[in-house]
C-alpha cells in the first residue's frame, strides 16, 4: 500500500497568510494526487486533482503542485473561511486509496 | 446539481448487519465509479470500497474485505453498503462519494453528509 503522510499535523496562521502544507507518498504516483477541505460537521470538498488542477468552482487563492513523491498545497491570503482540516489522498495505486493523516489549519 | 444523500445509519451491536445507501442525483449515474468513504469519530478519511460504473468491477480495503459488499442498482441511481460482522472499529460516518472519472477510477469529486454507523453494544 502507498502510505501518505502530511506535515505540519496542525498549522496556526493568521488571517491574511500564505500558508502551505506537504504530503509525502512513499512511492512514486506521478501526479495521482488529489486535496480536500474539510469544515467541522461537513463532508470532504474536492479542491486540486493531478496535484495541481483546481476543482471547478474553486477560487485560485489555492494552489497545488508537485509530482513523483512531494507534493505542496498553498493557500494564499487566509480568510477566515479557510480554517478547516485539509487531506491528500493518492489515486495512483488502488487498493486500498489512501489519504494522508490530515492537517489542521487553526487561526493563530 | 450533484447530490448524495446517504441513509440507513443506526446503532448496531457487534458482530450486526446493516446496509447502508446512497441515493445519487443531478449526473448520469451508470456513467461513473461510486466510493464508499469513512471517518471515525474525531479521525481522518478512510478509502472503504469502490464499484465501477457498471458494477463489474469492486475494490475494498483489507480491513473490510470478506464483510462488506459494494453494489449498485442504476436503474435507480442508487449505490449500497451491505456491511456484515460488523465491529467497534467500523464505527464512523459513512459517506458515498461519485468518482470525478467518466467510465473510469480516479478520486471522490462530489460527496454526500455521511451517515452514522454505531456498532456497541
Known amino acids: 500500500d502507498i502510505q501518505m503522510t502530511q506535515s505540519p499535523s496542525s498549522l496556526s496562521a493568521s488571517v491574511g497568510d500564505r500558508v502551505t502544507i506537504t504530503c509525502r507518498a512513499s512511492?512514486?504516483?506521478?501526479?495521482?494526487l488529489a486535496w480536500f477541505q474539510q469544515k467541522p460537521g461537513k463532508a470532504p470538498k474536492s479542491l486540486i486533482y493531478a496535484a495541481s488542477s483546481l476543482q471547478s468552482g474553486v477560487p485560485s487563492k489555492f494552489s497545488g503542485s508537485g509530482s513523483g513523491t512531494d507534493f505542496t498545497l498553498t493557500i494564499s491570503s487566509l480568510q477566515p473561511e479557510d480554517f478547516a482540516t485539509y487531506y491528500c489522498?493518492?489515486?495512483?495505486?488502488?487498493?486500498?486509496?489512501?489519504f494522508g493523516q490530515g492537517t489542521k489549519l487553526e487561526i493563530k | 446539481e450533484v447530490q448524495l444523500v446517504e441513509s440507513g445509519g443506526v446503532v448496531v451491536q457487534p458482530g450486526g448487519s446493516l446496509r447502508l445507501s446512497c441515493a445519487a442525483s443531478?449526473?448520469?449515474?451508470?456513467?461513473?465509479?461510486m466510493h464508499w468513504v469513512r471517518q471515525a469519530p474525531g479521525k481522518g478519511l478512510e478509502w472503504v470500497s469502490l464499484?465501477?460504473?457498471?458494477?463489474?468491477?469492486?475494490y475494498y480495503t483489507d480491513s473490510v474485505k470478506g464483510r462488506f459488499t459494494i453494489s449498485r442498482d442504476n436503474s435507480k441511481n442508487s449505490l449500497y453498503l451491505q456491511m456484515n460482522s460488523l465491529r467497534t472499529d467500523d464505527t464512523a460516518l459513512y459517506y458515498c462519494a461519485k468518482d470525478q472519472s467518466h467510465r473510469g477510477n480516479s478520486y471522490g469529486d462530489c460527496w454526500g453528509q455521511g451517515t452514522l454507523v454505531t456498532v456497541s453494544s
Open positions: 489522498q493518492q489515486y495512483y495505486s488502488y487498493p486500498p486509496y489512501t
Open positions: 443531478g449526473f448520469t449515474f451508470d456513467d461513473y465509479s
Open positions: 512511492q512514486d504516483i506521478t501526479n495521482y
Open positions: 464499484i465501477s460504473w457498471d458494477g463489474g468491477t469492486t
